[in-house]
């Protein structure tokens, strides 16, 4: 073999290709570039996520004046566009990672298939924000959920076939990571449609404030903290199996 190519094989990731003596520049590991932004969107999902939180825990104090609790709430539309992004786009982002690794044969057509519908995931979110309170919004809040719904379903049912079959995908920490990937779309699907609290709070309007409707937007922003806890530890627990790829 050539002398340079043995060497190059030595060569971490960024450099991989890249042949001593050879003038020109070292060929970019496109592999570890998907990496990388796989964990961008990572950081920022669960980053953006503690902003929300610690919204949730203002907006549900009714000693704030209801102009101080609007504002909060208004905040947390914004921030959340991070969050629902980032989910948009990590599956094209780990399929390229998939195509990589070998660990399915991703089609290239099955690859555009996935950047198209995380891309138009992305720009409803944004346009859920540009259309609020018209009835454009609400038929996308409705498509929203109907995606939400159907992709936690196909995520789950490839998981829980792949782990207690071996097929479609033979690889145990992967089928695992799909399983609890489709857990997420459920989860955030149960935050959108029935617990409400910013809402609720946003409907009292200034001057609305009584104790039972204060009871009701602590107990469902309570609700909606667990429920965003248990999104967190899903988030987390997709990253580990992807990181460390456990056997059992
Ligand atoms: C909640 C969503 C997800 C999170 C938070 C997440 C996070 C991560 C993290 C942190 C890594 C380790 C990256 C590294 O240091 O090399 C990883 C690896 C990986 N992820 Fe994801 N991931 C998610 C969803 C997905 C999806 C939907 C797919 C595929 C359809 C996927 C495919 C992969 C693959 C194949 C690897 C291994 C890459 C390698 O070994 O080079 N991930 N993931």
């Given at each position: 073999?050539?002398?340079?190519?043995?060497?190059?094989?030595?060569?971490?990731?960024?450099?991989?290709?890249?042949?001593?003596?050879?003038?020109?520049?070292?060929?970019?590991?496109?592999?570890?570039?998907?990496?990388?932004?796989?964990?961008?969107?990572?950081?920022?999902?669960?980053?953006?996520?503690?902003?929300?939180?610690?919204?949730?825990?203002?907006?549900?104090?009714?000693?704030?004046?209801?102009?101080?609790?609007?504002?909060l709430?208004?905040?947390?539309?914004?921030?959340?566009?991070?969050?629902?992004?980032?989910?948009?786009?990590?599956?094209?982002?780990?399929?390229?990672?998939?195509?990589?690794?070998?660990?399915?044969?991703?089609?290239?057509?099955?690859?555009?298939?996935?950047?198209?519908?995380g891309?138009?995931?992305?720009?409803?979110?944004?346009?859920?924000?540009?259309?609020?309170?018209?009835?454009?919004?609400?038929?996308?809040?409705?498509?929203?959920?109907v995606?939400?719904?159907?992709?936690?379903?196909?995520?789950?049912?490839?998981?829980f076939?792949?782990?207690?079959?071996?097929?479609?995908?033979?690889?145990?920490?992967?089928?695992?990571?799909l399983?609890?990937?489709?857990l997420?779309?459920?989860?955030?699907?149960?935050?959108?449609?029935?617990?409400?609290?910013?809402?609720?709070?946003?409907?009292?309007?200034?001057?609305?404030?009584?104790?039972?409707?204060?009871?009701?937007?602590?107990?469902?922003?309570?609700?909606?903290?667990?429920?965003?806890?248990?999104?967190?530890v899903?988030?987390?627990?997709?990253?580990?199996?992807?990181?460390?790829?456990?056997?059992?």
């Amino acid at each position: 073999m050539h002398e340079g190519a043995i060497a190059a094989r030595t060569l971490p990731g960024w450099f991989a290709g890249f042949e001593p003596g050879h003038v020109g520049v070292a060929s970019l590991d496109t592999h570890l570039l998907w990496a990388y932004v796989h964990i961008v969107l990572f950081v920022y999902w669960l980053g953006a996520d503690v902003g929300l939180y610690l919204v949730m825990i203002f907006a549900r104090n009714p000693s704030l004046s209801f102009e101080t609790r609007a504002t909060l709430i208004r905040l947390a539309f914004y921030i959340d566009l991070f969050p629902r992004v980032c989910f948009a786009l990590i599956l094209p982002v780990g399929m390229q990672l998939v195509r990589g690794t070998g660990l399915y044969p991703v089609s290239g057509r099955l690859l555009a298939l996935a950047w198209t519908a995380g891309v138009l995931w992305s720009v409803l979110h944004l346009a859920l924000i540009r259309f609020k309170g018209t009835n454009i919004a609400r038929r996308l809040r409705l498509i929203n959920q109907v995606y939400e719904l159907l992709m936690g379903g196909f995520f789950i049912s490839v998981g829980f076939a792949s782990l207690t079959t071996g097929a479609p995908i033979g690889v145990e920490w992967f089928a695992a990571k799909l399983l609890l990937f489709g857990l997420i779309f459920w989860v955030i699907l149960g935050i959108d449609v029935v617990f409400q609290p910013f809402s609720m709070i946003l409907r009292m309007g200034p001057g609305g404030s009584t104790v039972e409707k204060e009871r009701a937007v602590t107990r469902a922003t309570n609700i909606t903290m667990a429920w965003a806890i248990l999104l967190y530890v899903l988030v987390l627990a997709v990253a580990f199996l992807g990181k460390l790829k456990p056997l059992w």
